[in-house]
């Protein structure tokens, strides 16, 4: 049975160390003891699988697999080691902290059943064995509204599939940033800790306000989008694609997905650029180039709107963190040739 666990942030969360792992195939996790310390794993690319037990002596014993966007929580006094050896490359992030934290009761998996959106009464829910804690924060979601009950607790579960991968990667990348550099106070790692924390369990109880409720129409295009990205592209062109109204579907995808379709694609374009200008040296206008700009000018233009820095800016201030290191992101629109140049390591 899944186990949800509430990490209170009013009180200080506590960094202890952080690294990306890439392996070859062969490789299997070590046997690991943890005391007090929670650690995350967040799964890049490969898969790879893992034992967990009691640190007591219980026979009971765990087996979890992490793999592309699986966010794995371990928690303190348990004992963790790999179950198999690899058959592929793996790559993930991995993060230890300390925090005060307890089992989670209202959202614990076994007890969330959903009901569809047009549900408001937080006792109806209570009926079909949700928590009506649970119940009353997930309709605060749909609705987007704050939610104090759960304003100063992390709600995550010891594995769950990681929605918005873009947002947390950002999140990760800015803290494995911040300790690969000098800082006179560690509290900085304790807050962006705690700010990764927040993103994460923000995506998982969005995850579980979303379901049950029926998918997002435009779901599909934007898998259409990611596949077929160019220079040219815009909202008119998508919305003749799938033989809709322009105005229909920019509506459409502002609802559902909380960005107007001409920003979703500037926003694609510059996570592309991200993505080239920490994992290889390609110049400026080349990197404008294979993120679908029509030209460099603009391209610097829109990084800057969109960062606050400029490329090359950004480039020397994320690219340590990223070294070595042959994970890319699969949804992002890179020419094939470019993504085979970033996993075999070529930098240019």
């Not at 550099?181 to 807050?191: A, G, I, K, M, V």
């Not at 700009?293 to 603009?298: I, K, L, P, Q």
């Amino acid at each position: 049975m899944a186990v949800t666990y509430e990490i209170d942030i009013a009180k200080p969360v506590y960094y202890l160390v952080t690294g990306e792992f890439t392996s070859e195939p062969g490789w299997t996790h070590a046997r690991y003891e943890h005391e007090d310390d929670f650690e995350l794993i967040l799964g890049l690319s490969g898969h790879f699988d893992l034992t967990v037990r009691n640190l007591a002596g219980d026979a009971n014993e765990r087996r979890f697999r992490v793999g592309p966007s699986t966010c794995l929580l371990l928690p303190p006094r348990i004992v963790v080691q790999g179950a198999d050896r690899t058959g592929e490359n793996v790559d993930f992030i991995w993060l230890h902290f300390l925090a005060e934290w307890h089992e989670s009761e209202r959202f614990q998996s076994k007890s969330v059943t959903f009901l569809p959106q047009s549900e408001e009464s937080p006792a109806a829910d209570a009926t079909t064995g949700t928590h009506p804690d649970a119940a009353r924060t997930f309709q605060r979601i749909r609705r987007r509204e704050y939610c104090p009950d759960v304003n100063n607790t992390v709600i995550l579960p010891d594995r769950f599939a990681v929605q918005n991968r873009n947002r947390i990667l950002l999140a990760a990348r800015n803290l494995l940033s911040v300790t690969n550099s000098y800082r006179y106070s560690q509290r900085e790692n304790d807050f962006l800790t705690s700010a990764l924390l927040l993103e994460l369990s923000d995506d998982y109880l969005h995850t579980l306000a979303d379901a049950g409720t029926n998918e997002r129409r435009t779901a599909p295009i934007v898998s259409w989008i990611k596949t077929n990205m160019s220079s040219s592209l815009s909202a008119i062109d998508v919305a003749d694609h799938f033989a809709m109204n322009p105005d229909y579907l920019t509506r459409l995808f502002k609802r559902e997905n909380d960005v107007t379709l001409r920003d979703y694609i500037i926003s694609l374009r510059i996570e592309t650029a991200k993505a080239l200008l920490v994992r290889t040296d390609l110049p400026i206008p080349l990197v404008a180039r294979y993120a679908h700009f029509n030209d460099a000018r603009n391209f610097m233009k829109q990084f800057k709107k969109h960062t606050s820095l400029t490329p090359t800016g950004y480039r020397s201030t994320f690219a340590q963190a990223h070294i070595n290191t042959p994970f890319v992101d699969v949804e992002l629109p890179l020419p094939h040739e470019v993504s085979v140049m970033i996993h075999e390591g070529r930098r240019s």
